[in-house]
């Protein structure tokens, strides 16, 4: 699905240089739920943005579907961008004027093609996968943490993606939604086959998952399969 091959990301300001990440290799085949720890500043969020293709490294080649994407024009790459790769971030990033409807439909706004009542369609069936269909009538101040992050991965799930990047998706909620937050994601990883990348703090989180790739200092340190994936319930 995603390869790295030999990332730098450097940040260059006046007076410093800050080497976010250093020499990364990493594949990430269809299908896998993959999540990525490591101390504040090693650069994890650096990450889901080159592989959101939303930064570009200052090094090295970046890959989706085998190709680079340097060989991809912009319109595909916008393409890419907007169809195959969704976003679910720590402070859920909803638009408090904007009802929970409206606000799962906004990316398919600017989306071409799409007919209204197709938009409608597609944004109660994510709503529903995140049990919040009861929901939509609501404004998101009138929801607690746990439903805010429903309703954005809702909005991520709308543009049916292959990828969903995850930047601390559980890091704003207690454990009883945290576990909500990562049972849909898990779900939505096992049934549908959705590829999950997912930075989080929190080590019971990441041993739910596939495999647990750890960073310090901008660099890989470990990269394994976790245990426990294989034998849970979802
Ligand atoms: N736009 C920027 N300009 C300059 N330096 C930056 C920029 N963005 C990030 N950095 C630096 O790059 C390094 C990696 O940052 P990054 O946000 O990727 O870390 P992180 O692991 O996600 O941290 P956290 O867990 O605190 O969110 C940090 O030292 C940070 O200060």
Not at 30 to 42: I, L, N, Q, Y
Not at 107 to 118: D, F, H, N, Q, V
């Amino acid at each position: 699905m995603i390869t790295l091959k030999n990332i730098e990301k450097v940040y260059q300001t006046k007076t410093i240089e800050t080497v976010a990440l250093h020499n990364v290799n990493l594949h990430i085949p269809k299908g896998e739920f993959v999540s990525v720890m490591g101390p504040s500043g090693c650069g994890k969020s650096t990450l889901l943005n080159i592989m959101g293709l939303l930064d570009e490294p200052t090094n090295g080649i970046v890959e989706i579907d085998g190709k680079p994407i340097s060989r991809y024009r912009d319109k595909e790459l916008a393409h890419i961008r907007n169809q195959k790769i969704g976003f679910v971030f720590q402070s859920y990033h909803l638009i408090n004027d904007l009802s929970v409807l409206d606000n799962v439909e906004l990316p398919l706004l600017y989306r071409s093609g799409t007919s209204a009542s197709e938009t409608r369609h597609l944004a109660l069936t994510a709503l529903e996968k995140v049990g919040l269909s009861a929901r939509t009538k609501h404004y998101p101040t009138q929801l607690s943490g746990g439903q805010r992050q429903r309703v954005a991965i809702a909005r991520a799930l709308i543009g049916q993606p292959e990828l969903i990047l995850a930047d601390e998706p559980t890091g704003n909620l207690d454990s009883v939604m945290g576990e909500e937050i990562m049972n849909i994601l898990l779900t939505l990883n096992r049934q549908d086959g959705t590829t999950i990348v997912m930075v989080t703090h929190d080590e019971n989180m990441a041993q739910k998952t596939e495999r647990l790739i750890r960073f310090f200092d901008g660099q890989q340190v470990s990269d394994a399969k976790t245990t426990a994936y294989d034998f849970q319930q979802v």
